[in-house]
């Protein structure tokens, strides 16, 4: 019913940015939440920032001032700016959203097949 589609990921040299996106479809009434999680390598998925339909942000200790997380609702649309990457920042990345899908009276959360970005010199 709803799918998100990511793109943005890539190898970058320490220091360097990747700007990633990700967009959702399908039969959408309405989006709360939308964010991106990362999973490293032996690593659980860990909450990365999120933004809400207002726009209020929440980022990850690690990634506050490198990091940038905001949204286009009219294109139902995430992005995470990534700036001063660092290798630590090596992960595939996820993102996610809370839909409220017409037909359903309540919200759930989907997800994006994962993009891969790796920091590496």
């Known amino acids: 019913q709803v799918q998100l589609v990511e793109s943005g990921g890539g190898l970058v040299q320490p220091g360097g940015s990747l700007r990633l996106s990700c967009a959702a479809s399908?039969?959408?009434?309405?989006?709360?939440?939308m964010g991106w999680y990362r999973q490293a390598p032996g690593k659980e998925r860990d909450l990365v920032a999120v933004i809400n339909g207002g726009g209020r942000t929440n980022y990850v200790d690690s990634v506050k001032g490198r990091f940038t997380i905001s949204r286009d609702n009219a294109k139902n649309t995430v992005y995470l700016q990534m700036n001063s990457l660092k290798p630590e920042d090596t992960a595939v990345y996820y993102c996610?959203?809370?839909?409220?899908?017409?037909?359903?009276?309540?919200?759930?959360?989907?997800w994006g097949q994962g993009t891969q970005v790796t920091v590496s010199s």
């Open positions: 399908g039969s959408i009434l309405a989006i709360n939440f």
């Open positions: 996610y959203a809370v839909v409220l899908v017409a037909g359903i009276p309540y919200e759930h959360v989907y």
